[in-house]
């Protein structure tokens, strides 16, 4: 099954807070979640007896309503010939604007397989499988130590969270000899002992507590890390979880941030280094005379248009629609650019048309900036990745105003 891309999650996240937004009057907003081993003919033959049921809602507005819905959500069960592999979501309603209702019927497909068939009615959207699909899953265990301190780490999506820090008692180096030496190294030793299987149990506490642990990695200066991971001071079921033992130059949070950037190929399906990869690849081009890098909408357009972009890099808090405003009352339109396309519905319910002075101004349509550079990407062979902005490299994509590109020549 292919893995959705950065852009469809981030496509999906957008579409559900849209969504989540919307509310009827009633309970008139239909969601139908069909997995993809559901017969469709017994799909159909439920939406028949959920419409003849509705016959015996008390609201003459819901009963018109939901009947409408379903009305629709039959109407596109015929045109779908199999359902896809990770199942149809469908969500039909009776949308209130201002003194208007208006019908809208959404079909997303979800980026993992749906496990439950769900037929809802309620007053909003039923969206929480789909939220659910777009949570970071798993998390990874960190662990960084030398003989003086230890730090217990989690990496859970693209967040890294410090959760212990533990501090030796071993001794250092004396300057005694003979019988005095060796009982001395002996003390340190049963100390060290001592210190690592206090390390070794904090550790497998935390991770053992932690749900969906994927792997723990170890990390340190010198041979400590490999002697404890031999030694065997983590519970056995935290032992075999070990994905790796990497080298890192400190042992405090600082060892926790190098341990995850060290671990690119343990963690190499992880989006985190992909984005990190992708951010710090940009930052290096920049700083170059000429170099193959380019920033600002306007500019990565053009440069894209001229088939001069490989790679294109949005950042996931900018967010832009291009939107088609129409009149029905009479044929006036006109293009808009927006942030917020709720807020401009609200603004359109009081705004009087320009041309006819009715309040009859609502969205025809609306493209976001991203699909705008998509579809001029998909054209010239250029890739899209959406960063999240929880990382470092996330931020400082935001400086250049969160659209940037990595370029295949320099025009």
Request: aromatic fraction near 6%; include cysteine.
């Given at each position: ?7 469809e ?7 559900l807070e ?9 309970t ?5 979640h069909?997995?993809?081993?559901k017969n469709?003919?017994?799909v159909?033959?439920?939406?028949r007896?959920?419409y ?15 009947q409408?819905a379903?009305?629709?959500?039959m109407?596109?069960?015929?045109m779908?010939?199999?359902v ?6 469908l969500?039909v ?14 079909l ?12 809802h009615?309620d007053s909003?959207?039923?969206?929480d499988?789909l939220?659910?699909?777009l ?9 960084v ?7 217990v ?9 410090v ?6 008692t071993?001794p ?20 060290a ?10 550790a497998?506490e ?8 994927r ?8 041979p ?7 030694e065997g ?5 935290v ?12 042992t405090d949070e ?11 190929e343990?963690?190499?399906d ?9 951010v710090?690849?940009f ?5 170059k005379?000429?170099g193959?890098?380019?920033?600002g909408e306007?500019?990565v357009?053009n440069?894209l ?7 294109i890099?949005?950042?996931e ?7 088609k ?16 396309i709720?807020?401009?519905e ?11 002075n ?6 025809e ?19 899209v990745?959406?960063?999240s902005?929880?990382t ?7 400086a ?8 295949r020549?320099?025009?």
């Amino acid at each position: 099954m292919k893995k959705a891309s950065s852009v469809e999650l981030h496509k999906l996240k957008k579409e559900l807070e849209r969504l989540e937004s919307k509310v009827g009057k009633g309970t008139e907003l239909v969601s139908l979640h069909i997995p993809p081993d559901k017969n469709l003919n017994d799909v159909m033959s439920h939406m028949r007896d959920e419409y003849s049921q509705a016959n015996n809602i008390k609201s003459a507005r819901t009963r018109k309503n939901v009947q409408a819905a379903l009305e629709v959500i039959m109407q596109r069960l015929k045109m779908i010939k199999q359902v896809p592999e990770n199942g149809l979501v469908l969500l039909v309603g009776t949308i209130p604007r201002g003194t208007k209702d208006k019908m809208e019927v959404y079909l997303i497909h979800p980026p993992e397989k749906l496990q439950t068939y769900v037929y809802h009615c309620d007053s909003k959207f039923y969206l929480d499988p789909l939220k659910e699909m777009l949570e970071e899953k798993g998390s990874y265990g960190l662990l960084v130590l030398d003989r003086g301190e230890a730090t217990v780490g989690l990496l859970k999506g693209k967040n890294i969270e410090v959760v212990k820090r533990i501090s030796s008692t071993v001794p250092g180096k004396h300057g005694r000899g003979g019988q005095s030496q060796r009982r001395f190294e002996r003390l340190i030793e049963i100390a060290a002992h001592e210190y690592f299987k206090r390390v070794g149990e904090h550790a497998s506490e935390v991770f053992m507590n932690t749900p969906d642990l994927r792997g723990v990695i170890l990390g340190g200066p010198g041979p400590t890390k490999e002697f404890f991971y031999n030694e065997g001071y983590l519970h056995p079921k935290v032992q075999e979880k070990i994905l790796g033992v990497v080298d890192t130059s400190y042992t405090d949070e600082f060892g926790i941030k190098e341990l995850v950037n060290k671990s690119s190929e343990i963690f190499k399906d992880l989006e985190i280094t992909k984005e990190k990869n992708l951010v710090q690849k940009f930052l290096q081009e920049v700083v170059k005379d000429r170099g193959l890098a380019a920033y600002g909408e306007e500019e990565v357009r053009n440069l894209l248009k001229m088939g001069a972009v490989d790679t294109i890099l949005y950042s996931e808090d900018l967010e832009s629609f291009r939107v088609k405003v129409k009149c029905s009352n009479c044929d006036y339109s006109n293009l808009v650019t927006t942030k917020d396309i709720k807020k401009l519905e609200e603004e359109l319910v009081q705004e009087p048309c320009p041309k006819c002075n009715e309040n009859s101004l609502e969205i025809e349509e609306y493209t976001s900036t991203l699909d705008l550079l998509i579809d001029i990407a998909e054209s010239t062979g250029a890739k899209v990745e959406v960063i999240s902005t929880d990382t470092e490299e996330g931020q400082q994509l935001k400086a250049f105003g969160g659209i940037a590109a990595i370029l295949r020549f320099r025009p």
